[in-house]
Antibody, heavy 123, light 112 residues
Framework: QVQLVQSGSELKKPGASVKISCKASGYIFTSYAMNWVRQAPGQGLEWMGWINTNSGNPTYAQGFRGRFVFSLDTSVSTAYLQISSLKTEDAAVYYC????????????????WGRGTLVTSSS | QSVLTQPPSVSGAPGQRVTISCTGSSSNIGAGYDVHWYQQLPRTAPKLLIYGNINRPSGVPDRFSGSKSGTSASLAITGLQAEDEADYYCQSYDTSLSDNYVFGTGTKVTVL
């Protein structure tokens, strides 16, 4: 079964770090780039960036440079999102999403999504 | 702040046709980049609905259709059903920002 399984909800104090996992199954993990998308409570979708699952090279959207880190463990077909120095405004659902659409990344779309991981930052 | 603008809400009675617009600019839709659409049912993850402007993934009913013209795109839902009540987002690629991919502001579809 082709799917992305994300780790469970996280409740952290401001200033702490959190690491979310996204395990792929049913397809060749390194054949598709992995993206991360944030959705704050009651808000729309916000693209955070992507990671090349072959090289491990990450690309971050402008608002996600510094405290956000994408990583991989290809041996277990898993992508990770780590957020450090958590702020209350980081509270959101974080989705991993597989990119499809061929070699030209300007035509990519997100054809497979995880169920999302809720991160809450509260003292 | 998204560069793709959608109406906040649209509504229709069961069986009716509704359309959702997605207005961009010369740095995204108008530059020839594809538009894709996602459906997000309440408390669930987004699901790909239309890709490459007009294409439906396997399993998506043909009641959903997409189109693109100039700097805008549209999603049409014909024969509206109660199960179509959801949020809908367009998505494209943009060259004006360092953010490669942009989502629309989102539209809530209500079935009356």
């Amino acid at each position: 079964q082709v799917q992305l399984v994300q780790s469970g909800s996280e409740l952290k104090k401001p200033g702490a770090s959190v690491k979310i996992s996204c395990k792929a199954s049913g397809y060749i993990f390194t054949s598709y780039a992995m993206n991360w998308v944030r959705q704050a409570p009651g808000q729309g979708l916000e693209w955070m960036g992507w990671i090349n699952t072959n090289s491990g090279n990450p690309t971050y959207a402008q608002g996600f440079r510094g405290r956000f880190v994408f990583s991989l463990d290809t041996s277990v077909s898993t992508a990770y999102l780590q957020i450090s120095s958590l702020k209350t405004e980081d509270a959101a659902v974080y989705y991993c999403a597989r990119a499809a659409g061929g070699h030209d990344y300007s035509f990519w779309y997100f054809d497979l999504w995880g169920r999302g991981t809720l991160v809450t930052s509260s003292s | 702040q998204s560069v793709l603008t959608q109406p906040p809400s649209v509504s229709g009675a069961p069986g009716q046709r509704v359309t959702i617009s997605c207005t961009g600019s010369s740095s995204n839709i108008g530059a020839g980049y594809d538009v894709h659409w996602y459906q997000q049912l309440p408390r669930t993850a987004p699901k790909l609905l239309i890709y490459g402007n007009i294409n439906r993934p396997s399993g998506v009913p043909d009641r959903f259709s997409g189109s693109k013209s100039g700097t805008s795109a549209s999603l049409a839902i014909t024969g509206l059903q109660a199960e179509d009540e959801a949020d809908y987002y367009c998505q494209s690629y943009d060259t004006s920002l360092s953010d490669n991919y942009v989502f629309g502001t989102g539209t809530k579809v209500t079935v009356l």
